[in-house]
């Protein structure tokens, strides 16, 4: 963006406008689309897209924990943009790694006993993989949302053990993941210049903003872990105002991917 278009976009929130026309606190609805295959959904808000796919293999368990499967995140980025102003907070890549990796894996949400197929000799390892088409802002948002409408979408396969080997029955009906929540990611844009704090930014928006803040939140109404980049000033109330307002958006959000994925399993 120009500078004459970024004078615009500050001017407009300034006098409590947003080029999109939503209100500040107003999130975008997301749309799921599920191609068929297990465990395979493509989420959009907005212009921003974001493919999701899980993937189990067989294999041995750490010697450190004999009964317990393994999670891994991966994730494809288009071309960096390296003219980019949010470089200024972090990097893009490895920040987005991170802040998903804390709502999959450090959040405790998959249970990883359930993932054990015989302590100390087999266990499935599940990778989710996530591909980001377009970015136009709140890539951690709908990542964190595709992820675990995939994994909620996905059914591990049965297995069973014959003598010393192990069988996987793909012809019949798979068992879906042991989940103790679904974490919910939701993102704010500071500008402190002017006192306005937007959710769900688009992409002009964070490339504008004086700070990026997320808040990753539970189902069950619990703050799971929160990320603030940039030096934008987070005053003791406004971090109440927007934990609570979080925590909110994360309920909403586990419905609609409860009712998704309900739809696309039958």
């Known amino acids: 963006m120009g500078l004459q278009s970024d004078n615009f976009l500050l001017s407009c929130l300034k ?4 080029l999109d026309r939503r209100d500040f606190i107003q999130h975008r609805d997301p749309e799921f689309f599920f191609s068929g295959n297990n465990g395979e959904v493509e989420v959009t808000r907005g212009k921003t897209r974001i493919l999701a796919r899980v993937i189990t293999i067989i294999s041995s368990p750490k010697i450190s924990k004999p009964s317990d499967g393994a999670i891994s995140v991966k994730v494809h ?39 054990c197929i015989q302590a100390t000799k087999y266990v499935w390892n599940l ?13 951690v948002d709908t990542a964190l949302l595709a992820a675990f409408t995939a994994i909620l979408h996905y059914r591990k396969p049965k297995t069973r053990i014959v003598g010393n080997s192990l069988q996987t029955l793909d012809n019949e009906a798979g068992v879906p993941l042991t989940l103790t929540s679904v974490p919910i990611s939701t993102t704010y844009a500071l500008f402190s210049n002017i006192d306005v704090i937007v959710a769900d930014p688009t992409f002009e928006e ?16 619990k703050i799971c872990g929160t990320n603030k980049c940039g030096g934008a000033p987070l005053p003791p109330n406004r971090l109440t105002q927007l934990t609570t307002s979080a925590l909110h958006q994360a309920k909403k959000l586990h419905t609609s991917i409860q009712y998704q994925t309900r739809n696309a399993i039958r």
């Open 77 to 115: 980025f288009p071309l960096e943009q390296s003219h980019s102003k949010r470089a200024k907070f972090f990097d893009r890549n490895n920040e987005f790694t991170r802040l998903i990796e804390r709502g999959i894996c450090d959040s405790h949400a998959i249970n990883t006993r359930a993932l």
């Open 15 to 18: 006098d409590g406008l947003r």
């Open 127 to 139: 990778e989710v993989e996530l591909t980001v088409i377009e970015d136009d802002g709140g890539i």
């Open 206 to 221: 964070e490339e504008n903003a004086d700070g990026i803040f997320t808040v990753i939140s539970s189902s069950r109404g």
